[in-house]
């Protein structure tokens, strides 16, 4: 594990010093920026690990690289909106699990899971290999889980991938003790508790206050949501419990994110109104008990046709699209085409929405002069499962460093000798 790290920390040193003195010109793909129209026949230019035109005429300086992307489609990097890449590396395994917190009755918003994220998981590989760029990581569990970060995925350390944190605080409404009203009530309590230690934080250093439902620390880490500073991402999928999330944001005037939102499309005018961006897939938005006979397959292009904001995550359970199989957001959103939203819009939300909505979309999430080169030259249509990403840049630098899922693809296609295949 250490001879690894060591490995890791070399190529990003050398991948860095290869993006500061290289510049790079991909040419003759359909390029998607997302910010702007399809350009046919367009160039993508890099110099010193960020983008410097995008364009049909783009002048091209001597001396650059030059990468033939004809009949190929070139999209920026992909930014998986919500994800536990580098917090958690074997299910079954306890020690690798860095996204939960125990914290007080269900409360840990001081809770960071960044500062145990693992920048030489064998899951970041894959993950680039199938063009994820940056995604947003989250803590689970409990009423409040924690704090959420943006990650880049250089090939580097954990202070070189660390994009932004926090970028939101996560809190779940579904069932997590008690009842569902139970839960909005808990809630609504220690942002109250949260109000009243901001206010009266000199009173509470002399021990002159009551006695408050959350600790000290996370009564601090609340205070940015309060202010407005931070998003509360609340996890929610019931069209009723989206509404107590509406109300509670109200209340207490802080910027409100959902996640889940599988009944979203029941309140969507709503939703647009109040200018709130839903975390949704496409993949199993199906129901599966009488509590969710409202969840549609429809639920993500409905939603997007309304003027909500959608990031498109995965959902397909079982936490595989969380941690295991990250890049398959891109099949979310080929599902949500399928399922009437616009092609488009499907590609903007797995790229410059999810940048925008956790404060990084000044750097990823399309392609644009200065933003960082982050860009994936793909075989074809990026949502059909036939796809490949042909060529996956980060931060200017290709990726070539093979995955432990490539690796033990070459070995076992390498038969031994005293194989004999079955008669």
């Given at each position: 594990m250490m001879r690894h790290?060591?490995?890791?920390a070399a190529l990003a040193s050398l991948g860095t010093a290869v993006a500061s003195?290289?510049?790079?010109?991909?040419?003759?793909g359909k390029v998607y920026p997302v910010s702007g129209p399809v350009i046919e026949g367009g160039t993508v230019l890099i110099r010193d690990g960020r983008i410097v035109a995008v364009g049909a005429d783009v002048a091209i300086p001597a001396g650059a690289q030059r990468v033939d992307a004809t009949g190929k489609v070139v999209t920026p990097g992909l930014v998986n909106g919500a994800s536990q890449l580098g917090l958690m590396e074997i299910g079954a395994v306890g020690s690798t699990r860095e996204m939960r917190a125990r914290g007080k009755d269900g409360?840990?918003?001081?809770?960071?899971?960044?500062?145990?994220f693992n920048p030489?998981?064998?899951l970041l590989g894959p993950a680039r290999d199938g063009g994820i760029t940056s995604a947003v990581i989250l803590p689970q569990g409990g009423l409040i889980s924690g704090q959420a970060a943006v990650i880049h995925l250089v090939v580097g350390t954990a202070t070189d991938m660390i994009m932004r944190a926090p970028v939101a605080m996560l809190a779940s409404l579904g069932q997590v003790a008690g009842n569902r009203a139970e839960t909005i009530m808990r809630l609504r309590e220690v942002l109250f508790d949260a109000r009243a230690f901001r206010t009266h934080r000199a009173d509470y250093e002399r021990s002159q206050t009551r006695t408050f439902s959350a600790s000290r620390l996370d009564l601090e880490a609340l205070a940015p949501v309060l202010d407005g500073k931070l998003p509360l991402l609340v996890a929610v999928d019931k069209a009723s419990d989206i509404e107590a999330a509406l109300r509670l944001s109200k209340e207490f005037g802080f910027r409100l994110i959902i996640a889940g939102g599988a009944e979203g499309w029941q309140v969507a005018n709503a939703l647009a109104s109040a200018k709130v961006t839903v975390l949704t897939g496409a993949m199993n938005n199906v129901p599966?008990?009488?509590?969710?006979?409202?969840?549609?397959?429809?639920?993500?292009?409905?939603?997007?046709?309304?003027?909500?904001?959608?990031?498109?995550?995965?959902?397909?359970?079982?936490?595989?699209?969380?941690?295991?199989?990250?890049?398959?957001?891109?099949?979310?959103?080929?599902?949500?085409?399928?399922?009437?939203?616009?092609?488009?819009a499907a590609l903007r939300a797995i790229t410059l929405t999810p940048a925008e909505t956790f404060g990084v979309g000044d750097r990823v999430g399309s392609l644009q002069a200065g933003k960082l080169a982050d860009v994936v030259i793909w075989s074809g249509d990026p949502f059909e499962f036939a796809t490949q990403p042909e060529r996956v840049y980060v931060g200017g630098v290709q990726i070539s460093t093979p995955s432990r899922q490539d690796l033990l693809e070459q070995r076992y296609k390498t038969l031994p000798p005293e194989y004999r295949k079955p008669d």
């Amino acid at each position: 594990m250490m001879r690894h790290f060591f490995i890791c920390a070399a190529l990003a040193s050398l991948g860095t010093a290869v993006a500061s003195g290289q510049t790079i010109a991909i040419t003759g793909g359909k390029v998607y920026p997302v910010s702007g129209p399809v350009i046919e026949g367009g160039t993508v230019l890099i110099r010193d690990g960020r983008i410097v035109a995008v364009g049909a005429d783009v002048a091209i300086p001597a001396g650059a690289q030059r990468v033939d992307a004809t009949g190929k489609v070139v999209t920026p990097g992909l930014v998986n909106g919500a994800s536990q890449l580098g917090l958690m590396e074997i299910g079954a395994v306890g020690s690798t699990r860095e996204m939960r917190a125990r914290g007080k009755d269900g409360i840990a918003a001081a809770f960071m899971p960044w500062e145990g994220f693992n920048p030489s998981s064998v899951l970041l590989g894959p993950a680039r290999d199938g063009g994820i760029t940056s995604a947003v990581i989250l803590p689970q569990g409990g009423l409040i889980s924690g704090q959420a970060a943006v990650i880049h995925l250089v090939v580097g350390t954990a202070t070189d991938m660390i994009m932004r944190a926090p970028v939101a605080m996560l809190a779940s409404l579904g069932q997590v003790a008690g009842n569902r009203a139970e839960t909005i009530m808990r809630l609504r309590e220690v942002l109250f508790d949260a109000r009243a230690f901001r206010t009266h934080r000199a009173d509470y250093e002399r021990s002159q206050t009551r006695t408050f439902s959350a600790s000290r620390l996370d009564l601090e880490a609340l205070a940015p949501v309060l202010d407005g500073k931070l998003p509360l991402l609340v996890a929610v999928d019931k069209a009723s419990d989206i509404e107590a999330a509406l109300r509670l944001s109200k209340e207490f005037g802080f910027r409100l994110i959902i996640a889940g939102g599988a009944e979203g499309w029941q309140v969507a005018n709503a939703l647009a109104s109040a200018k709130v961006t839903v975390l949704t897939g496409a993949m199993n938005n199906v129901p599966d008990d009488f509590s969710s006979l409202g969840q549609r397959q429809e639920n993500a292009g409905l939603l997007a046709k309304a003027g909500v904001p959608v990031v498109i995550i995965g959902n397909a359970g079982g936490g595989d699209e969380d941690v295991f199989n990250v890049r398959n957001v891109r099949f979310e959103a080929g599902n949500a085409v399928a399922y009437g939203m616009e092609w488009n819009a499907a590609l903007r939300a797995i790229t410059l929405t999810p940048a925008e909505t956790f404060g990084v979309g000044d750097r990823v999430g399309s392609l644009q002069a200065g933003k960082l080169a982050d860009v994936v030259i793909w075989s074809g249509d990026p949502f059909e499962f036939a796809t490949q990403p042909e060529r996956v840049y980060v931060g200017g630098v290709q990726i070539s460093t093979p995955s432990r899922q490539d690796l033990l693809e070459q070995r076992y296609k390498t038969l031994p000798p005293e194989y004999r295949k079955p008669d």
